[in-house]
Nanobody, 118 residues
Framework: VQLQASGGGLVQAGDSLRLSCKAS????????MGWFRQAPGKEREFVAS????????YYTDSLKGRFTISRVYAENMVYLQMNSVKPEDAALYYC????????????WGQGTQVTVSS
C-alpha cells in the first residue's frame, strides 16, 4: 500500500487549502482513510476520517465546520478541505489508512507541510 499526500504549502490565515492523498496497492472497499497532523513539539493528532465505501465521516470536535474530508472512491483519492485556516493549523499533515473494522491505521503517507502566516 502506498499513500501519497500533496497540496500543502504556505497560506495566509483565513485562506483555504485542499490537501490530497492518493492511495494505491490494494482494494480499499472495507477500509477507512484518515488525516492526522503533527505540529513541532506536539503529539500527532487525529483530524478527520472517512470510510471508503460508504463515505462516513468523523472529525475531531475542534475542527468541525472548518475542515471537510471527502473521497473519490473510483480514483482512490481522499481530500481534506481546510477553510478559514488559522496559525494553529500549521503542521505536517499525514494521510493514513486501515481496516474500518479496527481503530488502527496500518499504512501512512509521507506527510505534506502546511505553513500559515498571520
Amino acid at each position: 500500500v502506498q499513500l501519497q499526500a500533496s497540496g500543502g504549502g504556505l497560506v495566509q490565515a483565513g485562506d483555504s487549502l485542499r490537501l490530497s492523498c492518493k492511495a494505491s496497492g490494494r482494494t480499499f472497499v472495507n477500509w477507512k482513510m484518515g488525516w492526522f497532523r503533527q505540529a513541532p513539539g506536539k503529539e500527532r493528532e487525529f483530524v478527520a476520517s472517512i470510510t471508503w465505501n460508504l463515505g462516513t465521516t468523523y472529525y475531531t470536535d475542534s475542527l468541525k465546520g472548518r475542515f471537510t474530508i471527502s473521497r473519490v472512491y473510483a480514483e482512490n483519492m481522499v481530500y481534506l478541505q481546510m477553510n478559514s485556516v488559522k496559525p494553529e493549523d500549521a503542521a505536517l499533515y499525514y494521510c493514513a489508512t486501515g481496516p474500518t473494522s479496527t481503530t488502527t491505521y496500518n499504512y501512512w503517507g509521507q506527510g505534506t507541510q502546511v505553513t500559515v502566516s498571520s
